[in-house]
């Protein structure tokens, strides 16, 4: 019954298309009247080999459905891995409790001062810095892949977010600011939440290091110049949120007009500075004490804000409504501002243009600093499943008058130094944090503002990528390290988010040009030998000399190898060494950059011009006229034709698809375009395409439909004689003869000791009954190019495989132009070469 079916089905398809003028088997010669190929039978052989034969089947739409479709089990597991901490929470134990509790508690001494400092920086009041540093480090467990990443506020972020506020109240004054970063937070959570629970995360990926580089070089840059008249205390009022160069020459101008509160914020960020190398000569000089000198070292923001807190206090005390220097006021004591957030369309559509800005930074720093701890302490990120943590966090902090937050260099940075073992360190810290909201807002009135000033710039300052990274860059990449400066030149002279824009515009616009202008290589041959010092190995595991000019015997022969390499060592391959072209006529051509629309016209050309520049047209008298050139054809000037008799007829060309992955309709066109225009150049001959190294199903598909995978036929008399050559391997494993003659070998060569050639079966001789070939050869490179009449065989038939040996097909033979190696894919070009001039009239 399925049978009747799936036959029906076929009919009405074939009538379907025959209405609808669809080719089902472009260019299949043989498409209309052979029969239906079946497993061990081959269109192309001239007998049966039931035993043997091996018909690749093609994927369908169905297959594909199938792939794209989750299964069940799939999508358990993706509701599963929203919640990572389900997988670990089990086995949690006291040993990690100890580990978090320190590291929480650390990272919670370090993120009050910093949420408070870098509200400022967002135009908030400090109290918005700690409800964002609160449920960012609360909420984050839940989603997290990483256990070092601390969600909080960020000096970049906080940056970006007031320049915002202040861009919308310059359109609507009367609305708080709070409000604006929160519905900021709330529209930029769920962007952020929505490609985690769509999976998208590689997007980020596409940003390189050099361009995050300076991205966050640029940021600190700006950051520290807008910090700078609020360190000094400068009374003269200009805008610190212009392009840097601007701030910068502004902080100069107006430099006497710095005030007391230099004092207190020069000598703070001084103060950091001196305790922070202090504590790393002394963990050099003490490596014993090396954690103990890395929890002052940590702990110094804590000391520094309440040192400078004492003093402010003891000075200001009694002059709370004139104070000496600016400090922070009053700071309202718990979530005084906890409420459902206010969407304002008006004021979404004031900042929509902003938000791709904004996006990117909540992501790129975050994902960029969970990788690279991540590797550092040996475990692998989610960068879709960070972005759900991202997203939530985002959503539910402004519940609470939380403002953007994202993941924190310096904060995360000390928390994997200081031991975390799990992500519920982050609830610790947010016990830290809720202590401080609760218990300690007296105690921050009297906070001067330059020493908060000096703690960004403190903070920021390690955002700076230092100049040996950069040098770094520009030896492995001189391009990288322009795009670093060209990022970094582009911040300071603008803003970040332009800054922003153009380091990922340009990266993108390198990707592209290095697809687009993507050059293949030309590959030769070249015989090579194993030597040990300065001896050469010889096949029966001695020390032979090298050098020398003996006339090779074939079992030296057979121990040597075959590779390929560029004809023009691009790659840097010794240029003494001579490339030998394969044969005369036959091209080798491997794909560098994958092989899609961007870069399809570039490879053709150049493959389409150096083939013509190394063979000759086959018909000499195609032009019997000079009128009959084409206008752009050099063959005739003046009367002149050029002689070309020296050079070769066009044989075949060999593609080596290793570096491709997918192909598409503009790329499968421009070989079928190319392919015609080969064709017409050898005329009446016709073009041999072969394919090795493909290494996607669909691939293949694609070039099947598009006639590739088996000979052209003649124009005149169909095919030619034509030889098929198959890889065949053994199917027994590590049972193998195959498999045992390789533990033998090494174990010849490791003793020196000679012993019989186990593959003397291989050279049995056996007479060609099934189908004609040219050799058989297992599925290596290692293999020399077997020439015609060499090991006529035929696989039923050979004693080696009948006795001893289970062999299988490693291709179909339905598409025997597509091999699994370049020497196979030589060794048919070769076979069915022909160097004969056809006769034309």
């Keep these: 019954m399925v049978n009747k079916m799936a036959s029906a089905n076929s009919n009405l398809g074939h009538s379907l298309a025959k209405v609808l003028g669809i080719k089902l088997a472009y260019r299949d010669p043989l498409g209309a009247t052979a ?91 400090v109290q918005y810095g700690l409800y964002s540093s609160f449920m960012g480090v609360l909420i984050y467990w839940f989603f997290a892949t990483s256990k070092d990443i601390t969600i909080g506020p960020v000096a970049v972020m906080s940056t970006l977010t007031g320049t915002i506020v202040a861009d919308v109240q310059d359109k609507y004054p009367d609305y708080p600011a709070h409000l604006i970063a929160s519905s900021l937070a709330i529209i930029c959570g769920a962007i952020v939440f929505m490609m985690g629970i769509l999976r998208i ?119 709370r409504d004139d104070p000496a220097f600016s400090i922070l006021g009053t700071v309202p004591r718990g979530f005084q501002h906890a409420a459902v957030p206010t969407m304002d369309a008006k004021i979404i559509s004031a900042y929509s243009s902003e938000l791709p800005a904004a996006v990117i930074v909540l992501l790129i720093e975050h994902i960029a600093i969970s990788k690279s701890f991540g590797r550092v302490n040996n475990y692998t990120i989610d960068p879709s499943q960070e972005f759900v943590a991202i997203g939530v966090s985002n959503l539910l902090g402004p519940f609470l008058g939380g403002y953007p937050a994202t993941g924190s260099f310096s904060r995360t940075a000390i928390k994997s130094k200081a031991g975390v073992r799990t992500p519920l360190a982050g609830v610790i810290t947010a016990i830290v944090v809720l202590l401080a909201i609760y218990a300690l807002p007296a105690v921050f009135f009297y906070i001067p503002k330059a020493s908060l000033a000096g703690i960004i710039i403190h903070a920021v300052g390690d955002l700076i990528t230092p100049p040996n990274t950069v040098y ?125 629309y961007p870069n399809a016209n570039h490879y053709t050309d150049f493959l389409v011009s150096t083939i013509f520049k190394n063979t000759r047209r086959t018909n000499p008298h195609a032009y019997a006229r000079r009128g009959d050139y084409p206008w752009n054809d050099t063959g005739a000037r003046r009367g002149k034709r050029v002689d070309d008799s020296h050079l070769p007829l066009l044989q075949a060309v060999i593609l080596d698809f290793s570096s491709v992955n997918n192909v598409d309709v503009t790329s499968i066109q421009n070989l079928i375009d190319v392919r015609n225009q080969l064709d017409l150049y050898a005329s009446p001959r016709t073009v ?8 996607n199903r669909w691939t293949k598909r694609g070039l099947a439909a598009a006639g590739f995978g088996y000979p052209t036929p003649v124009a005149s008399d169909g095919f030619h004689r034509w030889k098929p050559i198959f890889s065949v391997a053994e199917i027994e494993g590590s049972a193998s003869a195959a498999a045992h003659a390789e533990i033998v070998a090494n174990q010849r060569e490791q003793s020196q000791h000679k012993t019989a050639d186990i593959e003397s079966g291989l050279k049995s001789h056996s007479n060609t009954t099934a189908f004609e070939t040219d050799g058989i050869e297992t599925a290596s490179e290692n293999s020399e190019v077997i020439r015609e009449d060499k090991f006529q065989r035929d696989i039923t038939d050979s004693k080696a495989y009948q006795s001893r040996r289970k062999v299988a097909l490693v291709q179909g033979m339905n598409r025997p132009f597509f091999h699994i190696d370049l020497t196979s894919a030589l060794q048919s070009a070769v076979a069915n070469s022909s160097n004969e001039i056809p006769h034309t009239d």
């Design 472 to 596: 770094q860059f520009w030896r492995v990449s001189p391009l990288d390290a322009i795009i670093f400066f060209i990022g970094v030149i582009v911040t300071v002279f603008t803003s970040i988010e332009i800054g922003i824009y153009c380091t990922v515009s340009v990266s993108a616009a390198v990707l592209l040009f290095r697809v687009a202008k993507a050059r293949g290589q030309f590959l030769g041959r070249v015989t090579i030998h194993s030597v040990v010092g300065d001896h050469l190995l010889d096949n029966d595991g001695k020390y032979g000399s090298f050098g020398t000019n003996k006339t090779p015997s074939d079992d030296e022969e057979h121990h040597n190898r075959t590779i390929f390499l560029p004809i023009n060592h691009t790659d840097g391959s010794n240029p003494d060494i001579e490339v030998e072209q394969p044969l005369p006529g036959i091209f080798i051509y491997r794909f560098s950059e994958g092989f899609n």
């Design 35 to 125: 029969e239906p190929v079946t497993r061990g039978e081959s269109t192309f052989s001239m007998g049966t080999v039931d035993t043997y034969s091996y018909n690749e089947p093609e994927p369908t739409s169905v297959d594909w459905i199938r792939e794209v479709t989750p299964s069940g089990a799939q999508i358990g597991r993706y509701l599963i891995n929203l919640f990572p901490f389900i997988t670990w929470i089990g086995n949690y134990n006291l040993q990690w409790l100890y580990g978090d509790l320190v590291a929480g508690i650390t990272v919670g001494a370090v993120v009050v001062p910093q949420g408070m400092a870098y509200a400022n920086l967002a135009g908030l009041e």
């Design 201 to 319: 995360g590689f997007i980020v990926d596409f940003i390189p290091l050099p361009a995050i580089s300076a991205f966050m070089t640029g940021s600190a840059i700006n950051i520290c110049a807008g910090q700078v008249p609020t360190m000094l205390g400068e009374k003269a009022k200009f805008s610190t949120r212009g392009a840097t160069y601007q701030v910068i020459i502004n902080t100069l101008k107006y430099l006497p007009s710095s005030t007391l509160d230099a004092a207190m914020g020069v000598t703070a960020c001084a103060m950091l500075y001196m305790i922070r190398s202090g504590c790393t000569f002394a963990a050099k000089k003490q490596p014993s004490q090396a954690k103990t000198w890395f929890f002052i070292s940590t702990l110094r923001t804590v000391f520094v804000i309440l040192f400078y807190t004492m003093i402010s206090a003891a000075v200001n005390l009694h002059r």
């Design 688 to 695: 041999q395409w072969h394919f090795a190294h493909i290494n």
